[in-house]
């Protein structure tokens, strides 16, 4: 299948980025928001990042306004459903996910492939409920979407080969590098990564080392490039929760068990630099950490 048009819902951090790689890759985009708000901001931090990579060399600048012209925001579900790849990019909660593959089905067209970039839902499950369970992918991009290159691809039980490679052939023209993954709970990087940022999170609740420590810890000591808590800041505390929940109840095992803090943190408010308070208080001109 010759995939053209793309129809991206939800404009925030996440949808942008998947808007912007491939409008460079050359598809057009339809980015659809339920907020005109978000649409503008999504549009002018898609503008602001080409500029970034035009300065940096990365794309030239008639690359830039082209791919720029290929985005059409929209709030209609009806202009978004009628692509030939729709990728879903709202919130990790799957009643809101739900309801919006449910808006999508009266519009889409016969041939149409629906994909979610959760990073812990079923695939399985989000695709039953749809009336092509067989044209269905999990479609998992990594943050932020221009620069990391690796993209999860989860088949559900029902996906057919004809829609995995059409997606296959869509990270190839991106760029990027594809890994399959089987359907099970948090798939392969959030099955690992996540449980480690928890682990992360008990060892501060348990007082072992505070939040500078622990960062300076995991990055002088095991080479990451970012601390854990400072990662899990940048992903958002609501989703790292979210995330041990879908592991904790997928799997049953206790050692998914969410840290109390972490829900703590969540419960607060202070879900990381998108509020600008989480492990770290990002309101001054230095994150400083909270604990």
């Excluded at 009628?82 to 041939?111: C, G, M, N, R």
């Amino acid at each position: 299948m010759d995939i053209k048009t793309i129809g991206v819902i939800g404009a925030g951090q996440m949808g942008n980025g998947i808007a912007h790689v491939m409008a460079l890759a050359g598809y057009d985009v339809r980015l659809n928001d339920i907020s005109r708000d978000m649409l503008d901001k999504a549009l002018d931090a898609i503008d602001k990042n080409m500029d970034r990579q035009v300065s940096r060399g990365k794309i030239s600048e008639e690359e830039c306004k082209a791919a720029l012209a290929r985005i059409v925001p929209t709030m209609s579900v009806e202009e978004t459903a009628a692509t030939d790849l729709v990728i879903e990019a709202a919130t990790e909660q799957e009643t809101v996910k739900q309801k919006i593959f449910d808006s999508l089905l009266p519009h889409l067209l016969p041939h149409t492939i629906l994909t979610s970039n959760t990073s812990s839902i079923s695939i399985t499950r989000l695709a039953s409920r749809t009336d092509r369970p067989e044209k269905f992918l999990g479609f998992h991009f990594m943050n932020p979407v221009p620069v990391m290159q690796l993209v999860e691809l989860i088949r559900g039980i029902a996906t057919d080969e004809p829609t995995y490679k059409a997606c296959l052939a869509v990270v190839d023209n991106l760029g990027k590098t594809a890994a399959s993954a089987e359907d099970f709970p948090a798939f392969i990087v959030n099955r690992i990564l996540v449980p480690m940022i928890n682990e992360a999170v008990y060892t501060l609740y348990e007082g072992v080392g505070n939040v500078r420590s622990i960062d300076m810890a995991m990055k002088l000591g095991a080479n990451h490039p970012m601390g854990p808590l400072e990662l899990a800041d940048f992903i958002g505390l609501d989703t790292c929760l979210a995330i041990m929940n879908v592991l904790h109840d997928g799997l049953a095992d206790t050692k998914y068990r969410p840290c109390p803090l972490l829900t703590k943190y969540v419960e607060a408010g202070w879900l990381g630099r998108k509020t600008r308070r989480g492990f770290y208080d990002y309101r001054g001109e230095e994150p400083v950490p909270t604990r």
